[in-house]
Structures are given as structure tokens and as C-alpha cells.
């Protein structure tokens, strides 16, 4: 699709956005971040020269919008091809299936994911409470506006952060790099920008609401695995240890030998049956955490 010459970086980027149309929104942001990095260093090597000759230069040296799209997609399935864990072959009976879950990658890293998430959740919500009450809270004092722009920038960066331990967990396509701040720009629209962008409390919003998903993750993961394994391995540590399935007041209490192999079977079960949970739980969060990390495409 031949486009016609772009006369400004804003032009030059918003053909480049139409370009990507359709693809990830994670794509969009870094394709969108080198892009007006390499225009802005050009024009600002490049001062005397007039923006419609140098962009024209630009689109022969670093490419039209067209072209930098395609060699962006084209590196996007190369790198994950290069990232995504090897598949594991898929069993044709539902039997194998549900047991298969044990050599997915991706439902072990969800598990480690859920069991991080509680201390990350706790720190991200001290950090978003804390920052928020102590910037705003001080408002009315000459300090109050270089915390809060200070604050709000620990915050983007912070998004950056989630969004690497989201990609290699969870394997949601996550930004790699930040949103590009346009340091040509004067100070107060910067912090104007800063301010007004809806990702940034989207961030906030996440940073707050991941100490409840972190504690829920956290008691789900504990609780499930902690139970099927003690209903699967009863049998075995009562024989050597004389722990039964109850100990109370120096009572131990144990199910009937004949129904101690389907308590067996049903915490194998229910292990098997939270790995898949936590997979899906995985791909929830991934989801989530594209929503409200990512800058709209």
C-alpha cells in the first residue's frame, strides 16, 4: 500500500499505528517507541534541515511506515518462535489430556506465579496507597507536585516491571518498552501528559486490585496443593509416622482401609485438577494485566 511521504514524527507515527492495525497492542507500543526515538534523535542531529526533506531521508535509511510494520511482524513470530516454550504433544484420549498438564510449562509457572503474587500484590499496594496519600496529601505545599510526578513515573516503570514477570510466567505479550516520554517537549506538558494518561491509573487500578487477586491466588494455590497432597500421601506417613488424617487432642482419626485408595485417587485428582485451574488462572491474569498495562493500540 503505497502511502504518501510523511511530513512530520506525528504523521510518520500515526501511519506506522495504521499500519500495525490489528496486531498486538504490546507490538504497537514498543514499534511505536523506536520509531520516535530514532525520528526525534534525527531531527534533533539534524536541526537546520526542513522536516519534509529529513523524513524523507529517514524513510530510505530507517523505512517508510509500511515497511518498518512488516519488519516488525516478521521479528514478532521469529522472537516467539524463539521465546515460546517447546509444546509438549497432545494426547488424543481426555485420560492423557487431564494428566498431561504435568509437563505444561505453563501451568508450573502459573503455579509460581500465584504463589509470587502475594508478596508483589502487598508491595504493590503499599507502594500505590503509600505514594498517593503522600503526594496528593501534600498538594498544597511546594513539594507536593515534584513527589507526585516522581511518584507517577516509579509507577510507569513499575508497569514495565509486572509486565516482564507477566510474559515470562504467564506468556501474555507485554511491553518492552516504556511509553515514550518526549523529553523535547516543555516540562509542565510533559507532566500534563503524565497525568492525563489513562494507563497510568490503570496502573494504579492493577497495582491496588493485585493485593486481593494476590491473597486469593496465594490461599488457592497453599490450600489446594497442601490438601491433595495430605489426602494423597496419608496413607504412606501414617504408616511411618502416625499422623492420620485428623490429629486432635492425641486422636487420630483415619478413614476405613477400604476407602483409603479413593482418598488417594481424589487428591491425585485434585492436584491434577488445580494444575489446569491455575493454567487458566494464568491466562486470566495475562489478560488482565494487558488490559490494563498496555497502551491502547
Known sequence: MNRPTPRSIDEYLDQLRDALRGEDPALIQDALYDAEDHLRSE??????????????????????????????RDKEIVVNRALRPPRPPQPKSALARFFGVAVDPRAWAAMFYMLLSLPTGIFYFTWAVTGLSLSFGLMILVIGLPLAVLFLATVRALSLVEGRIVEVMLGERMPRRPLYAAREQPLLERVKRLFTDPRTWGTLFYMVLMLPLGIFYFTLLVTCVSVGLGLALNPLIYAFSGFGLVNFNDQVFMLPVWLQPLQVVFGILLLFGFMHLARGIGKLQGALAKQLLVQAG
Do not use: H
Not at 49 to 58: Q, S
Open 43 to 72: 531531527f534533533a542531529e539534524n536541526p537546520g534541515v526542513a522536516p519534509a526533506e529529513l523524513l524523507a531521508r529517514i524513510a530510505t535509511s530507517y523505512g517508510a511506515p509500511d515497511e518498518v510494520a512488516e519488519i516488525y
